[in-house]
């Protein structure tokens, strides 16, 4: 370390950020100007990493406000096309999302206490969905659920299914619970009969948690523009005893080379700008040969 970086009039935060960042020096200092540019680039464009804040996806994605505790997934935001940061604006559309595809979204609701919310495709543009006996219902007819949601006793709830909770329950404190839950969630989208709340309009999709009880989601608030989506969850990456691959992402040698290459291509290039810079400052330390 230079003779500088030990002085000790040097402030104590000053010399703690040249010991971690290196030395101020315009190598280093562009060095970690793309370093932190390319991570800005990919995560904003390519692929991204959100915590799953609440248990509307539950069982199949646990949430937590708790950093990390919640589940982390990875997502696809390319697939999408890129979008503008904090905009709703595409460069280009890429992907139609599926149905039963887990993707990430910007809410509909202004007031929404999420910037950004993760549900499953279960509606698409032109259907008429109806929700009956926990089944998707699409122009009338029940279409099956993937095997990985038969498994976990997914079963999607309407409001005759709030309606039956209440007049079953046990004790009044229950019956007024599922009462509370019923004026809170009004379901209406995908539950109710007339087109307004039944037919997905074009360039739409109904959007349903995994929770299927006690989610809010697109039967409360409705149709999501494809506009709002953001990606395609593609894994869970943390916690370790979660991890679970959703469409094969991280099994192909692209989502390999996301996941793998660009990180190690990002700090060798970091790496190699940190030597190179000290190179050149080695060379300016040295001192002239002695005249013979």
């Not at 009956?132 to 122009?139: D, Y």
């Not at 009338?140 to 038969?150: N, R, S």
Request: net charge neutral; proline share 8%; glycine share 8%.
């Amino acid at each position: 370390m230079a003779q500088e970086d030990l002085h000790p009039g040097r402030p104590f935060m000053a010399r703690i950020l040249v010991a971690v960042l290196g030395p101020m020096t315009r190598g280093n200092i562009l060095g970690w100007v793309f370093l932190l540019g390319g991570i800005f680039a990919i995560k904003a464009f390519i692929v991204d990493q959100y915590t799953i804040p609440s248990g509307s996806m539950e069982p199949t994605l646990i949430g937590d406000e708790r950093y990390f505790v919640g589940d982390r997934v990875l997502v696809n935001k390319w697939l999408v096309g890129p979008r503008i940061p904090f905009t709703n604006f595409h460069l280009w559309k890429g992907y139609e999302p599926k149905r039963w595809d887990i993707m990430v979204f910007t809410p509909v609701e202004k007031d929404s206490p999420y910037p950004r919310l993760i549900k499953r495709v279960v509606g698409l543009p032109g259907e008429r969905i109806k929700i009956e006996l926990g089944q998707i219902l699409v122009n009338g007819v029940p279409v099956p659920f993937p095997q990985d949601m038969i498994d976990r006793k997914i079963y999607y709830y309407n409001d005759s299914d709030l309606v039956w909770e209440a007049d079953v329950a046990k004790t009044p404190q229950d019956r007024a619970y599922w009462q509370a839950v019923r004026e809170r969630f009004k379901l209406q989208y995908g539950v109710r009969e007339e087109d307004e709340f039944s037919v997905v309009p074009e360039g739409h999709y109904l959007m349903l948690g995994d929770n299927s009880r006690l989610s809010l989601d697109g039967r409360v608030y409705g149709w999501v523009p494809w506009e709002h989506f953001i990606g395609r969850a593609c894994a869970v990456f943390w916690p370790w005893e979660h991890r679970r691959d959703f469409t094969g992402f991280t099994q192909t040698w692209w989502g390999k080379g996301l996941l793998y290459g660009i990180p190690v291509t990002l700090i060798l290039a970091e790496l190699a700008l940190l030597l190179y810079s000290r190179k050149k400052k080695r060379e300016a330390d040295k001192p002239d040969a002695m005249p013979t």
